[in-house]
Nanobody
């Protein structure tokens, strides 16, 4: 069983920044592809960003490209999402997810095996 715990959410004004963290209990964290998804009220959960197991490759949803940065520290079993220039439409519950097998098409929710409980991000206008 892989446990994922998100933290760092909160209330921020538009234009501000937040850094989310996702910590893992898994010894094999360094071989997992990791990702962030988000779910806004009344909407389906949507892909935000993904990072390869060694951190060398990243991919972003168009809505966050240039504003968000995904990174990881495999020595500490932690993944980050640095969010800048936040907009009210970024308001959502943010979830981290782990793919144990390195599947292609990393923006697909069905490719992820474990999920955290989420951390709420609220951006006020």
């Amino acid at each position: 069983q892989v446990q994922l715990v998100e933290s760092g959410g909160g209330l921020v004004q538009a234009g501000g920044s937040l850094r989310l963290s996702c910590t893992s209990s898994a010894r094999a964290f360094s071989v997992y592809t990791m990702a962030w998804f988000r779910q806004a009220p009344g909407k389906e959960r949507a892909f935000v960003a993904t990072i390869s197991s060694d951190g060398s490759s990243t991919y972003y949803a168009d809505a966050v490209k240039g504003r968000f940065t995904i990174s990881r520290d495999n020595a500490q079993n932690i993944m980050y999402l640095q969010m800048s220039s936040l907009k009210p439409e970024d308001t959502a519950m943010y979830y981290c997810a782990a793919d144990l097998f390195g599947r292609p098409s990393q923006d697909q929710q069905s490719h992820y095996d474990y999920w955290g409980q989420g951390t709420q991000v609220t951006v006020s206008s």
